[in-house]
């Protein structure tokens, strides 16, 4: 087998080459790395996962080696030497102004539809623009949200398309793209790489200010609707809860939901991955609310914390006729300002299966502070 590298991604030669992600757990989406000068492939996590927009796993020989104080040799038994590999391409950013004519025509959003009636049209109009809502003009995603991905410098990276049935306010399987794929491609040269949806506004959010973070974007404007008083960004998917994604947080205090899943794996997941890289951050604290008042039910739909601050909005909510622009009553939430790090949610309502009426974080010699839902 000759190539001009020693180490290189299995080539595709039916699914058998393609394995399951030590990371996601997705089937057929990892390649992993063979040694070009004797056919073998390396250790099973080393290798890279091809869901580059959903998890971005990649482990590769250089770091395996490293890792584990080792090297390969030559043929003859000498010490090899890697080539040194090339700078990678720089990132693609959109323009602003595609940006601007993107979030033109917001009365034309399946999304805001559906959310305006529901929460109030104010409400979600201010949490539209903080959020930078864009909304596809045309084809078969006419319509559609755009979840605009810009990190904290102001570069706007990506753009993912996402389609919801405007009378549920639920997601159009299938009905998915990016704005780079709808408008030719990444150019030649250039590479997409992501950021948290709401990055942006972490350049004004103070930095022992908690920041939440949940798995979809719809859940990170529905809890901004709701509870202002924290920051909510989103991560896009259960696998993109990582580094790569979360060290534009370094230094803050960080309260993570992940959704709800049949077998409690998105949990398990994102408690694992906060243990290992939990250094970059103030405090991390990856919730296991839903996971104790979850039902079966619950678990099968994967409701996530949106659906239980709306649950438990419906449950209080004293206003006297529906589709009101009054704001969704939302229940009291208690934050600790402590600067320790959070350690769990210390009361929860047990009469009702909704949000806790009071959430508490029990920290050392916390201070309490009522978050109250902005009118």
Same mark, same amino acid.
């Given at each position: 087998m000759?190539?001009?590298?020693?180490?290189?991604?299995?080539p595709?030669?039916?699914?058998?080459?393609?394995h399951?992600?030590?990371?996601?757990?997705?089937p057929?989406?990892?390649?992993?790395?063979?040694?070009?000068?004797t056919?073998?492939?390396?250790?099973?996590?080393v290798?890279?996962?091809?869901?580059?927009?959903a998890?971005?796993?990649?482990?590769?020989?250089r770091d395996?080696?490293?890792?584990?104080?080792?090297?390969?040799?030559?043929a003859?038994?000498?010490?090899?030497?890697?080539?040194?590999?090339?700078?990678?391409?720089?990132?693609?950013?959109?323009?602003?102004?595609?940006?601007a004519?993107?979030?033109?025509?917001?009365?034309?959003?399946?999304?805001?539809?559906?959310?305006?009636?529901?929460?109030?049209?104010?409400?979600?109009?201010?949490?539209?623009?903080?959020?930078?809502?864009?909304?596809?003009?045309?084809?078969?995603?006419?319509?559609?949200?755009i979840?605009?991905?810009?990190?904290?410098?102001?570069?706007?990276?990506?753009?993912?398309?996402?389609?919801y049935d405007?009378?549920?306010g639920?997601?159009?399987?299938?009905a998915?793209?990016?704005?780079?794929?709808?408008?030719?491609?990444?150019?030649?040269?250039?590479?997409l790489?992501?950021?948290?949806y709401?990055?942006h506004?972490?350049?004004?959010?103070?930095?022992?200010?908690?920041?939440?973070?949940?798995?979809?974007?719809?859940? $990170? #404007? =529905?809890?901004a609707?709701?509870?202002?008083s924290?920051?909510?960004? /989103?991560?896009g998917?259960?696998?993109?809860? +990582? %580094?790569?994604?979360?060290?534009?947080?370094?230094g803050?205090?960080?309260?993570?939901f992940?959704?709800?899943?049949?077998?409690?794996?998105?949990?398990?997941?994102?408690?694992?991955?906060?243990?290992e890289?939990?250094?970059l951050?103030?405090?991390v604290?990856?919730?296991?609310?839903?996971?104790?008042?979850a039902?079966?039910?619950?678990?099968e739909?994967?409701?996530?914390?949106?659906?239980?601050l709306?649950r438990?909005?419906?449950?209080?909510?004293t206003?006297?006729?529906?589709?009101?622009?009054?704001?969704?009553?939302?229940? $009291? #939430? =208690?934050?600790?300002?402590?600067?320790?790090?959070?350690?769990?949610? /210390?009361?929860?309502?047990?009469?009702?299966n +909704? %949000?806790?009426?009071?959430?508490?974080?029990?920290?050392?010699?916390?201070?309490?502070?009522?978050?109250?839902?902005?009118?």
């Amino acid at each position: 087998m000759n190539a001009p590298h020693r180490f290189i991604l299995e080539p595709y030669k039916g699914p058998s080459t393609r394995h399951t992600c030590p990371q996601c757990s997705k089937p057929r989406e990892f390649a992993r790395y063979v040694d070009t000068t004797t056919g073998e492939l390396l250790p099973e996590h080393v290798g890279k996962c091809n869901r580059s927009d959903a998890c971005a796993y990649h482990y590769p020989p250089r770091d395996y080696f490293r890792d584990n104080g080792t090297h390969p040799t030559e043929a003859d038994g000498s010490a090899w030497t890697p080539k040194p590999e090339p700078p990678p391409f720089p990132p693609h950013l959109h323009k602003r102004a595609e940006v601007a004519a993107l979030r033109a025509h917001p009365e034309r959003n399946n999304l805001a539809a559906y959310w305006r009636d529901r929460i109030g049209a104010e409400r979600w109009n201010t949490v539209a623009r903080d959020y930078a809502l864009g909304t596809w003009p045309s084809g078969s995603l006419a319509g559609a949200a755009i979840y605009w991905q810009v990190d904290h410098l102001g570069n706007v990276k990506a753009g993912k398309v996402m389609q919801y049935d405007p009378s549920t306010g639920k997601r159009v399987h299938g009905a998915q793209s990016w704005v780079h794929a709808l408008t030719g491609g990444i150019p030649e040269g250039s590479r997409l790489e992501q950021c948290l949806y709401g990055e942006h506004l972490l350049k004004s959010w103070p930095m022992d200010a908690p920041v939440a973070v949940v798995e979809s974007e719809k859940t $990170a #404007m =529905i809890a901004a609707a709701l509870v202002p008083s924290i920051l909510w960004v /989103a991560v896009g998917a259960v696998g993109a809860f +990582t %580094l790569a994604k979360l060290q534009a947080l370094t230094g803050r205090k960080v309260l993570a939901f992940p959704d709800l899943s049949r077998d409690g794996s998105a949990f398990t997941k994102w408690r694992e991955k906060a243990v290992e890289i939990g250094h970059l951050f103030d405090a991390v604290h990856v919730s296991d609310l839903l996971e104790h008042m979850a039902t079966d039910a619950d678990r099968e739909a994967g409701l996530d914390i949106g659906d239980y601050l709306l649950r438990s909005g419906d449950e209080i909510a004293t206003t006297e006729t529906p589709n009101t622009s009054a704001p969704v009553n939302v229940p $009291a #939430m =208690i934050l600790s300002e402590a600067e320790t790090v959070m350690q769990r949610w /210390a009361e929860r309502n047990p009469a009702i299966n +909704t %949000l806790v009426d009071v959430l508490g974080l029990d920290l050392k010699s916390a201070k309490i502070t009522k978050l109250v839902p902005a009118k």
